[in-house]
C-alpha cells in the first residue's frame, strides 16, 4: 500500500487486538484511527534491512461494528513503536505491507483454518 491508500475495514464479530505487517527498509509511520482512539506508530527500526513480520498491537481493542483505519502518513517519527515501547527511530515510509488482523471473537469463528 502506498501513501495514498487506507485500509478499512469492521468486524460483525469479536475485537481487533492488532494486526501483522512485513517490516522493511520502506517501512516508516503509520496512522491507526479507531472511534475516539488515534495514534502514530514508528514501524521502521534497526532490524528493518530485512523483510520480517511484525506485529503491532493496539493499546484498546476495537469492539465489533467500529471502523477501523491504517494508512502510511508523511510523518517521519512517532513516540511508539509497534509493540508499544518507544521507537525513536526518524524514518518516513514508502509502503506499507500489511498480511492480517490479529482478531478475539465472542463466538467460535464458522470458518476454521489450521496454521500448519
Known sequence: M???YTFETSLDDG???GFFII???TSGVIHVCYGEN???VQTY???CNKERIQAVILEKPVPQFEKFRISLTT???AKRGANGTPNNYKKMGSTFKFMG???AYSNEP???VRLW
Open 110 to 112: 464458522k470458518l476454521k
Open 101 to 103: 488482523l490479529m482478531v
Open 2 to 4: 502506498g501513501n495514498a
Open 38 to 40: 488515534s495514534c502514530h
Open 45 to 47: 527500526d534497526q532490524w
Open 23 to 25: 517490516a522493511d527498509d
Open 75 to 77: 510523518l517521519d517519527s
Open 15 to 17: 475485537m481487533i487486538i
